[in-house]
Nanobody, 125 residues
Framework: EVQLVESGGGLVQPGGSLRLSCAASGFTFDDYAIGWFRQAPGMEREGVVCFSSGSGDTYYSDSVKGRFTISTDNAKNTAFLQMNSLKPEDTAQYFC??????????????????WGQGTQVTVSS
């Protein structure tokens, strides 16, 4: 059974940091692109980060570039999203997802066939 489980969300002050984890089971990272998406209340879900272990391809949206970093521990089938210099507008439910792609794209969510349940990130003073 394929499963993605996110953790690491919480409440943080503006300028603070959080590290999200995405533990995967039932498939191997080497064959998939891992994306991080987020959805704020009343907003559409947006893709913010993607990484493909197979190609090394990486994507960051302009809204998070320079502040967020994705990494993976393929031996543990776990992906991480290090989020620094957090802003109130980063407040959202964050989801990790996996797509059987050798490259990164977050433009077409339908390509991602495995999704986690999400973890809430709230940036507020």
């Amino acid at each position: 059974e394929v499963q993605l489980v996110e953790s690491g969300g919480g409440l943080v002050q503006p300028g603070g940091s959080l590290r999200l984890s995405c533990a995967a089971s039932g498939f191997t990272f080497d064959d998939y692109a891992i994306g991080w998406f987020r959805q704020a209340p009343g907003m559409e879900r947006e893709g913010v980060v993607c990484f493909s272990s197979g190609s090394g391809d990486t994507y960051y949206s302009d809204s998070v570039k320079g502040r967020f970093t994705i990494s993976t521990d393929n031996a543990k089938n776990t992906a991480f999203l290090q989020m620094n210099s957090l802003k109130p507008e980063d407040t959202a439910q964050y989801f990790c997802a996996a797509a059987p792609l050798p490259i990164c794209t977050v433009e077409v969510e339908q390509l991602y066939n495995y999704w986690g349940q999400g973890t809430q990130v709230t940036v507020s003073s």
